[in-house]
T-cell receptor, first 112, second 114 residues
């Protein structure tokens, strides 16, 4: 039973560019949440998707957007990258109604 | 606004030296308090969920406890392989949905020397 998977593992982008990160939830999970973790900090909630709709959003600008597909996989898009967007981006999944969120290995984004 | 504060920021122990990690929280209507373990460059790994004051859970050398204001992660006779960052998070109940966001603390970096 595969856990949460994320791609790519690492990514290097230049300021002003756009990036797309991908997440496949654990089998049987239909809710996907995205978190940003800066170095030395705890993860910060970006948004959550369920039934292909954004259900909750944290304190992140509109440059951060997402999508969920019918197979429950999800994408995180970041436009107009800033140096401060450099972080580990984590995807977490859970079945709706279950509180425990299971995390993927993350995508390390470096903006130069 | 939900808040989580973890202390100390870092902890160095000798193998076999037991200790406790603290997580203080404020949340409007606690649905659950979570402990995760995170190894460098990896995603958080779920350890425990606690739902109400007085609840305790154990797994190998780890024991988590919960009061109305804080949680402790007790580590008994730690081994070098217990070295990691331990994250505490809270989830509030509410009408926004059954899978509310997690609010994390900054984590506690534990190093266990052989």
């Amino acid at each position: 039973d595969a856990g949460v998977t994320q791609s790519p593992t690492h990514l290097i982008k230049t300021r002003g560019q756009q990036v797309t990160l991908r997440c496949s939830p654990k089998s049987g999970h239909d809710t996907v949440s995205w978190y940003q973790q800066a170095l030395g900090q705890g993860p910060q909630f970006i948004f959550q998707y369920y039934e292909e709709e954004e259900r909750q959003r944290g304190n992140f600008p509109d440059r951060f957007s997402g999508h969920q597909f019918p197979n429950y996989s999800s994408e995180l898009n970041v436009n107009a990258l800033l140096l401060g967007d450099s972080a580990l981006y984590l995807c977490a999944s859970s079945p709706i109604g279950a509180p425990i969120q299971h995390f993927g290995p993350g995508t390390r984004l470096t903006v130069t | 606004e939900d808040q989580v504060t973890q202390s100390p920021e870092a902890l160095r122990l000798q193998e076999g030296e037991s200790s406790s990690l603290n997580c203080s929280y404020t949340v409007s209507g606690l649905r659950g308090l979570f402990w995760y373990r995170q190894d460098p460059g990896k995603g958080p790994e779920f350890l425990f969920t606690l739902y109400s004051a007085g609840e305790e859970k154990e797994k190998e050398r780890l024991k988590a406890t919960l009061t109305k204001k804080e949680s402790f992660l007790h580590i008994t006779a730690p081994k070098p392989e217990d070295s990691a960052t331990y994250l505490c998070a809270v989830q509030a109940g509410g009408s926004t949905g059954a899978n509310s966001k997690l609010t994390f603390g900054k984590g506690i970096t534990l190093s266990v020397r052989p």
